[in-house]
């Protein structure tokens, strides 16, 4: 089964073709493409206006030669079925790699209480697997948008400025984007899927690990999540988020969170914050490594305010903050290996950058908290049993 990628465009413009002199090496039958556009009554020369029409088939053609994709672009493949609106929503979710192009034409509107396009729906739908979404847009475009859509463009453009945003002037520019993205989103995806086999196969880290007592345990993670912080670039300073440091706190737990023995060794790490609390520094991070599971409601018991904490799940493990106090926590479960370790960090501090302004504000509104704590001489009465990096 060959992976599906759907376009979505949102444009009825033309648009200069460029160069296309510069695509000769890398776009599929580049060649030719001067062919194509004289069959379609266009000129070669970089002046041509050509249509967005004429654009959407030429990237399918280059996605399905070069790549092999399954290529969907509704205005010429057909749909699963149901109302136009609903069937791009559904194939938008069930596609692998969502390409999004804009102009200046917002497309037109469904008569229902849903203020976007069909297209911006797809958009919305796409921004909840943000890594399988990139959108090209002409340049100057965005600042001719209605105010309803200052929401969702917006969200587009502050993420991880560059990762999934980039905008084109003309045909050959955005030819060159398209296929810069799919090359990185492949190369990325073959990594990820490497680092995820390798993670699942048994070492002889994992049986060391899994033979050991429950101190002993601990500090072999420990000892593996201080080489994995220096491994990606986590120093003493802690994390680059949102253009300011923040300070990381790192925990082990020998087993799952179901067995008292084992969380006892996380109990207290809150406690001990406002204990190391420094005036000037902003109020930690904690992550928090599990060599066995976590679930939604050990955690919200583990934060200590059941009904305010807030949990969000992803493919490494789970975020939890308590708005009320700035306490907020990474879990990062079956941790059974360095390797594990590896790959669970590296994917949740992706997760973590593109919320860097949020945990900046937690971290803020906890530090403010610990030095009102420090100035009454409050203390916590008792020590955690297990040992923390940070």
């Known amino acids: 089964m ?28 580049g060649s030719t493409l001067s062919d194509r556009l004289t069959a379609q009554g266009f000129s070669a020369e970089p002046g041509t206006q050509v249509s967005f029409t004429f654009i959407r088939e030429e990237l399918q053609r280059h996605l399905e030669g070069k790549y092999g994709f399954e290529a969907f672009n509704f205005q010429t493949t057909p749909s699963r079925g149901g109302a136009p609106q609903g069937a ?11 390409l999004g192009i804009f102009g200046s034409n917002t497309g037109w509107k469904v008569p229902d209480q849903d203020p976007l396009t069909p297209t911006f729906r797809e958009w919305r739908a796409a921004l909840e697997s943000p890594l399988k979404f990139k959108v090209f847009v002409v340049k100057g475009a965005l600042e001719k948008l209605p105010r309803k859509l200052d929401i969702l463009m917006r969200a587009i453009t502050d993420y991880k400025k560059g990762a999934i945003y980039a905008e084109f002037s003309d045909a050959a520019g955005l030819f060159r984007r398209v296929d810069d993205a799919v090359r990185d ?31 002993t345990r601990v500090a072999e993670m420990m000892r593996a999540l201080k080489r994995v912080a220096a491994s990606l670039g986590i120093g003493k300073g802690g994390l680059r988020l949102g253009g300011r440091e923040q300070p990381v706190a790192w925990h082990s737990v020998p087993d799952g969170f179901s067995i008292p023995e084992s969380k006892k060794f996380a109990a207290y790490i809150f406690d001990d914050e406002v204990r190391d609390h420094r005036p000037a520094e902003p109020g930690r991070l904690h992550i928090v490594a599990a060599f066995g599971a976590v679930t939604d409601l050990q955690i919200r018991r583990h934060l200590g305010n059941f009904e305010a904490a807030e949990v969000y799940s992803a493919s490494w493990g789970l975020y939890a903050a308590e708005p009320g ?48 704590l420090a100035g009454q001489g409050k203390r916590p009465k008792v020590r955690k049993v297990g040992a923390g990096l940070t």
Not at 334 to 344: A, I, Y
Not at 353 to 360: L, N, P, S, T
Request: charged content about 20%; some cysteine; hydrophobic content about 35%.
């Open 2 to 29: 060959s992976a599906r990628v759907m376009i979505s465009s949102v444009t009825k413009d033309e648009i200069p073709l460029g160069d296309i002199q510069t695509l000769q090496d890398s776009w599929h039958q």
């Open 88 to 98: 791009t929503v559904f194939e938008t979710h069930g596609s692998h790699l969502v």
């Open 185 to 215: 989103h492949l190369n990325r995806a073959m990594v990820r899927y490497a680092m995820d086999t390798a993670a699942k196969e048994p070492t002889a880290e994992s049986e060391q690990w899994l033979l050991c007592p429950y101190r």
């Open 325 to 372: 106090s700035g306490i907020q926590c990474v879990y990062l479960p079956r941790c059974t290996n360095s390797v594990v370790m590896q790959s669970k960090i590296s994917e949740a501090i992706s997760w973590l950058e593109d919320r860097g302004q949020e945990i900046g504000v937690l971290a803020e509104r906890r530090q403010q908290i610990l030095n009102l």
